[in-house]
């Protein structure tokens, strides 16, 4: 069975573009999260969508925004890039909207930006 | 809110030695669950291990041991006999266990482990 898959895997952009990436979950699971790792950090949450509604944010400002389609892959888009967002963006899927099954992780889209 | 503390950041060790990562939480949730995620050089969370707030009986499964003591809020993981492959970033991590933001992975920042051979 395939994992949870990102694309791109590498991303350059220039400031103030936008971006999207694109995630597909497990098959079967419901709900996708997105979180950010800034290099040297942990990764910090950002959305989570189950049934294609936003279940939970995390505190990043409107720039952010997401969307979960009817075959449950989402897209998180980026607008107004600055040289802080910079990051490797990972995907996690899941059976439910509670923890109770456990995250898988996609390999992540590293998105640079100069 | 949630916090979750590594105060180790880099352990470097010999092949076959036994390495403890350290992990010290906080939360106001009186249920939760406790992670341990790998991060090999390609990016990707790997799950280790799960525990939930009610249940603090340590175990031990394989090589990994971790030793959860609510107490003190830490959640410590036990690598016994390591290999190179384990050379990694470990990240502790915590969520609620209810839905929507209550159960996002609050994540410490990482512990670089290299194994030497």
């Known amino acids: 069975d395939a994992g949870v898959t990102q694309s791109p895997t590498h991303l350059i952009k220039t400031r103030g573009q936008h971006v999207t990436l694109r995630c597909s979950p497990i098959?079967?699971?419901?709900?996708v999260s997105w979180y950010q790792q800034v290099l040297g950090q942990g990764p910090q949450f950002i959305f989570q969508?189950?049934?294609?509604?936003?279940?939970g944010r995390g505190n990043f400002p409107d720039r952010f925004s997401a969307r979960q389609f009817p075959n449950y892959s989402s897209e998180l888009n980026v607008n107004a890039l600055l040289l802080g967002d910079s990051a490797l963006y990972l995907c996690?899927?899941?059976?439910?909207?509670?923890?109770?099954?456990?995250?898988?992780f996609g390999s992540g889209t590293r998105l640079t930006v100069v | 809110a949630q916090k979750v503390t590594q105060a180790q950041t880099e352990i470097s060790v010999v092949e076959k030695e036994d390495v403890t990562l350290d992990c010290v939480y906080e939360?106001?949730?009186?249920?939760?669950?406790l992670f341990w995620y790998k991060q090999p050089p390609s990016g990707e969370l790997v799950f280790l291990i799960r525990?939930?707030?009610?249940?603090?009986q340590n175990e031990i499964s394989g090589r990994y041991s971790w030793n959860f003591q609510k107490s003190t809020s830490s959640f410590n993981f036990t690598i016994t006999a390591s290999q190179v492959v384990d050379s990694a970033v470990y990240f502790c991590?915590?969520?609620?266990?209810?839905?929507?933001?209550?159960?996002?992975?609050?994540f410490g920042k990482g512990i670089t482990l290299s194994v030497r051979p």
């Open positions: 996690a899927s899941s059976l439910a909207r509670t923890t109770y099954y456990g995250y898988t």
């Open positions: 969508y189950y049934e294609k509604e936003e279940r």
């Open positions: 098959s079967g699971h419901k709900s």
């Open positions: 525990r939930n707030s009610f249940d603090e």
């Open positions: 991590a915590l969520s609620g266990m209810n839905s929507g933001a209550n159960s996002k992975l609050t």
């Open positions: 939360t106001r949730d009186t249920t939760y669950y």
